[in-house]
């Protein structure tokens, strides 16, 4: 059970296979970075695949869900689960069966997309999503939904049986570079309080980095877990992957002190 008090770090290793993958071969090894951040303190990994496989690919998703396993840690697999099935991508129901990661994130990110922008409509998805829910809670998967801050329908979430949802931060992100961050963060602040309020977790995701993370752990009450991988990779590529998962930790740790 999870230290209420705690935000979870799970690191995104997704880069590291894009820097493997430009060059073809192993290196850099996928599953040699995720120890190493497991080493330095994360508390999970994440990964998202997607069916053109340009970066996480199926043998990755094998080879961590045994790491993580082995190290009694979270795995939580990412994806679109409208997305079919096709050469060399199974299908986001299909890798969480044969890994039963303890936690699958669905997201309704498309084919052409260089990275999720956006949450899930939970009114006009509602009929498609819940057979989905249904299926993955079946496999014994904590079932989190990507929300954008401000978006309507939370109580249709809930009704789905979701466990969580995952805030979409990017927006934040974007408001805290410019200096004027405050509408968003107060938008995150009172999704995150509805969906509590609805019987709801809350993870959160996309463009948090060391600059824009600690104002934003401080003020989202009950925060359970982030997801961090672009920010989180590029700031090793100048301090090394262990300080980095180190300073996130620390970062978090005083966020909730």
């Given at each position: 059970?999870?230290?209420?008090?705690?935000?979870?770090?799970?690191?995104?290793?997704?880069?590291?296979?894009?820097?493997?993958?430009?060059?073809?071969?192993?290196?850099?090894?996928?599953?040699?970075?995720?120890?190493?951040?497991?080493?330095?303190?994360?508390?999970?990994?994440?990964?998202?695949p997607r069916p053109d496989q340009r970066h996480i690919r199926h043998d990755d998703v094998i080879a961590l869900s045994a790491?993580?396993?082995?190290?009694?840690?979270?795995?939580?697999?990412?994806?679109?689960?409208?997305?079919?099935?096709?050469?060399?991508?199974?299908?986001?129901?299909?890798?969480?069966?044969?890994?039963?990661?303890?936690?699958?994130?669905?997201?309704?990110?498309?084919?052409?997309?260089?990275?999720?922008?956006?949450?899930?409509?939970?009114?006009?998805?509602?009929?498609?999503?819940?057979?989905?829910?249904?299926?993955?809670?079946?496999?014994?998967?904590?079932?989190?939904?990507?929300?954008?801050?401000?978006?309507?329908?939370?109580?249709?979430?809930?009704?789905?049986?979701?466990?969580?949802?995952?805030?979409?931060?990017?927006?934040?992100?974007?408001?805290?570079?410019?200096?004027?961050?405050?509408?968003?963060?107060?938008?995150?602040?009172?999704?995150?309080?509805?969906?509590?309020?609805?019987?709801?977790?809350?993870?959160?995701?996309?463009?948090?980095?060391?600059?824009?993370?600690?104002?934003?752990?401080?003020?989202?009450?009950?925060?359970?877990?982030?997801?961090?991988?672009?920010?989180?990779?590029?700031?090793?590529?100048?301090?090394?992957?262990?300080?980095?998962?180190?300073?996130?930790?620390?970062?978090?740790?005083?966020?909730?002190?």
């Open positions: 059970m999870q230290d209420p008090r705690v935000t979870a770090l799970s690191v995104n290793v997704n880069k590291i296979a894009v820097l493997r993958n430009s060059r073809g071969g192993a290196e850099p090894d996928v599953v040699r970075a995720a120890r190493t951040c497991l080493d330095a303190g994360a508390q999970g990994i994440t990964v998202h790491l993580t396993r082995e190290r009694g840690v979270e795995f939580n697999i990412e994806g679109n689960p409208f997305a079919p099935p096709r050469p060399g991508y199974p299908g986001l129901l299909e890798l969480c069966a044969s890994t039963r990661p303890a936690q699958v994130t669905l997201v309704p990110d498309g084919d052409g997309q260089i990275t999720s922008d956006h949450g899930f409509d939970f009114i006009a998805d509602h009929a498609r999503l819940r057979p989905l829910v249904t299926e993955f809670k079946a496999l014994g998967c904590r079932v989190s939904l990507f929300a954008d801050a401000g978006c309507a329908g939370l109580a249709q979430a809930a009704e789905l049986g979701a466990d969580r949802i995952e805030l979409y931060t990017g927006p934040y992100a974007e408001a805290f570079a410019a200096g004027t961050p405050d509408a968003a963060l107060d938008a995150c602040i009172a999704t995150a309080r509805q969906a509590q309020a609805l019987g709801l977790g809350v993870n959160a995701g996309h463009d948090l980095s060391q600059d824009n993370l600690g104002l934003f752990a401080q003020r989202v009450p009950a925060l359970l877990e982030v997801s961090i991988g672009h920010a989180l990779i590029g700031e090793a590529l100048y301090a090394g992957l262990t300080d980095t998962v180190q300073a996130y930790v620390r970062l978090l740790t005083a966020a909730r002190s």
